[in-house]
């Protein structure tokens, strides 16, 4: 797959990418024909036929932007398409496990049903508790060298657990109806929303060999992504339509949940989404063109508030 280049649009690029992902994710996934039939069955429509797969492009953005200090061929490839797999697997168990009834309790994701909703409450829970070791086993069976396998599956398994993902949730979950302080409104976004985002980034920086001034630039505009994420979704919970958002609109606000808007206001929200924007941008200027589609992310997410 070729970078960004000036007579390749960065929303081409985009399309290549997620048209591959999915081709990839329906090759790992078990096929529903294979016992336990129900269960790989909801497992693939958790996971295929829907998705920004905003993750995926990060990974491979961040290994292309790598690409310059590494050797690149057929094996890195394969690698970062196990990396990208890997990280949506992660995210669409998060999904599933985000709408069951003990959590969000919501019937619709991506404009169709959630998979409890489509299956049944204990197999929506199984199928995401399924996807969780896949995501890991990919990693695992990366064609790369032992050291970087290593790297990318510890770095995951933080970004997911009780001090990202997970912890973020049981944050937010903690949060409602509480009055929390900007400090603490952005560690729980980190945590929940951002660590996988950054993890992503970083992933693709390992599996490509990114050099630690690399991984620098990387980590610096990881961070920055991941909560510019999260600051948008919490715009368009407010301006968006349950039909645009493919997934139920105004529940933080009905839910009573702090968001950057009941903290902030949708102006000094937008303020701050492109300040973190700008950070983004001056993180990565060093790696010159090879930057080009973790640019265009930047760009990409940011724009989703419009």
Same mark, same amino acid.
């Given at each position: 797959?070729?970078?960004?280049?000036?007579?390749?649009?960065?929303?081409?690029?985009?399309?290549?990418?997620?048209?591959?992902?999915?081709?990839?994710?329906?090759?790992?996934?078990?096929?529903?024909?294979?016992?336990?039939?129900?269960?790989?069955?909801?497992?693939?429509?958790?996971?295929?036929?829907?998705?920004?797969?905003?993750?995926?492009?990060?990974?491979?953005?961040?290994?292309?932007?790598?690409?310059?200090?590494?050797?690149?061929?057929?094996?890195?490839?394969?690698?970062?398409?196990?990396?990208?797999?890997?990280?949506?697997?992660?995210?669409?168990?998060?999904?599933?496990?985000?709408?069951?009834?003990?959590?969000?309790?919501?019937?619709?994701?991506?404009?169709?049903?959630?998979?409890?909703?489509?299956?049944?409450?204990?197999?929506?829970?199984?199928?995401?508790?399924? $996807?969780?070791?896949?995501?890991?086993?990919?990693?695992?069976?990366?064609?790369?060298?032992?050291?970087?396998?290593?790297?990318?599956?510890?770095?995951?398994?933080?970004?997911?657990?009780?001090?990202?993902?997970?912890?973020?949730?049981?944050?937010?979950?903690?949060?409602?109806?509480?009055? $929390?302080?900007?400090?603490?409104?952005?560690?729980?976004?980190?945590?929940?929303?951002?660590? $996988? $985002?950054?993890?992503?980034?970083?992933?693709?920086?390992?599996?490509?060999?990114?050099?630690?001034?690399?991984?620098?630039?990387?980590?610096?505009?990881?961070?920055?992504?991941?909560?510019?994420?999260?600051?948008?979704?919490?715009?368009?919970?407010?301006?968006?339509?349950?039909?645009?958002?493919?997934?139920?609109?105004?529940?933080?606000?009905?839910?009573?949940?702090?968001?950057?808007?009941?903290?902030?206001?949708?102006?000094?929200?937008?303020?701050?989404?492109?300040?973190?924007?700008?950070?983004?941008?001056?993180?990565?200027?060093?790696?010159?063109?090879?930057?080009?589609?973790?640019?265009?992310?930047?760009?990409?997410?940011?724009?989703?508030?419009?």
């Amino acid at each position: 797959m070729n970078a960004v280049t000036e007579t390749s649009s960065f929303s081409t690029w985009m399309q290549n990418r997620v048209e591959h992902i999915e081709s990839v994710l329906d090759a790992m996934l078990p096929r529903s024909n294979t016992v336990p039939s129900r269960l790989h069955d909801a497992m693939r429509y958790a996971v295929l036929g829907g998705g920004k797969r905003v993750r995926a492009c990060l990974v491979y953005a961040a290994g292309e932007a790598a690409a310059n200090s590494s050797a690149g061929g057929s094996a890195h490839a394969v690698a970062l398409d196990h990396a990208a797999a890997a990280v949506e697997l992660i995210h669409a168990y998060s999904l599933v496990h985000d709408d069951l009834p003990c959590m969000d309790d919501d019937d619709l994701r991506r404009g169709r049903p959630t998979v409890h909703v489509q299956y049944d409450e204990a197999t929506a829970m199984l199928a995401g508790d399924a $996807l969780q070791p896949l995501a890991f086993e990919l990693l695992a069976g990366m064609p790369a060298a032992p050291a970087l396998i290593i790297q990318a599956v510890q770095r995951l398994a933080v970004a997911v657990g009780s001090q990202g993902m997970v912890g973020g949730q049981a944050i937010d979950c903690d949060s409602v109806g509480a009055r $929390l302080s900007l400090g603490s409104l952005r560690q729980m976004h980190r945590m929940k929303t951002g660590a $996988l $985002l950054e993890a992503s980034v970083l992933i693709g920086g390992i599996v490509a060999g990114a050099s630690s001034e690399t991984r620098q630039g990387l980590s610096q505009y990881a961070s920055a992504v991941g909560l510019a994420f999260q600051v948008v979704d919490d715009i368009l919970d407010v301006v968006a339509d349950t039909a645009t958002l493919g997934k139920t609109a105004g529940k933080d606000a009905a839910s009573n949940k702090p968001t950057y808007i009941s903290m902030l206001g949708l102006d000094a929200s937008r303020t701050h989404l492109h300040e973190l924007a700008d950070t983004a941008h001056q993180a990565i200027r060093p790696l010159g063109k090879h930057a080009d589609a973790l640019a265009g992310m930047v760009d990409y997410i940011v724009g989703r508030d419009r």
